[in-house]
C-alpha cells in the first residue's frame, strides 16, 4: 500500500478496526440479552397456562427449577452486560 493512502500509524491496522466494531458488537449483545429475556418471560406464561398431568406445568418441580435456573443465566448476563455498557460509556479507547 502507498504511504500516501495509509490511515493512522503502519501495523495497528487490527485496533482500529476493533475499535471501530465496538458499538455494533455490543448492540449484538444487547439485542440477543433482551430476546433471552423475552423468552423467559414467555416460558413463564406458558408455564402457568398449560396443563399437564392435571395440574399447571408451573406446579412440577422440576420444570419450576429448569425455568429458575434458566432466568438466573439470563438475569446474570443483563447484569453483566449492564457492567460493559457502563464501561464503554465511561473508558476511552485505550
Known amino acids: 500500500m502507498p504511504v500516501e493512502n495509509l490511515i493512522g500509524k503502519?501495523?495497528?491496522g487490527f485496533k482500529y478496526?476493533?475499535?471501530n466494531f465496538n458499538h455494533e458488537r455490543l448492540l449484538l449483545?444487547?439485542?440477543t440479552s433482551r430476546l433471552a429475556r423475552v423468552c423467559?418471560?414467555?416460558s413463564m406464561k406458558f408455564?402457568?397456562?398449560?396443563?399437564t398431568f392435571g395440574k399447571?406445568?408451573?406446579d412440577?418441580?422440576?420444570i419450576r427449577s429448569k425455568l429458575a435456573n434458566m432466568a438466573r443465566q439470563v438475569e446474570g448476563i443483563h447484569a453483566f452486560l449492564e457492567q460493559v455498557s457502563y464501561n464503554y460509556d465511561k473508558m476511552d479507547d485505550n
Open 47 to 51: 408455564s402457568h397456562k398449560r396443563k
Open 40 to 42: 423467559v418471560e414467555e
Open 56 to 58: 399447571r406445568l408451573i
Open 60 to 62: 412440577h418441580p422440576v
Open 29 to 31: 449483545c444487547m439485542q
Open 17 to 19: 478496526i476493533m475499535i
Open 10 to 12: 503502519e501495523g495497528e
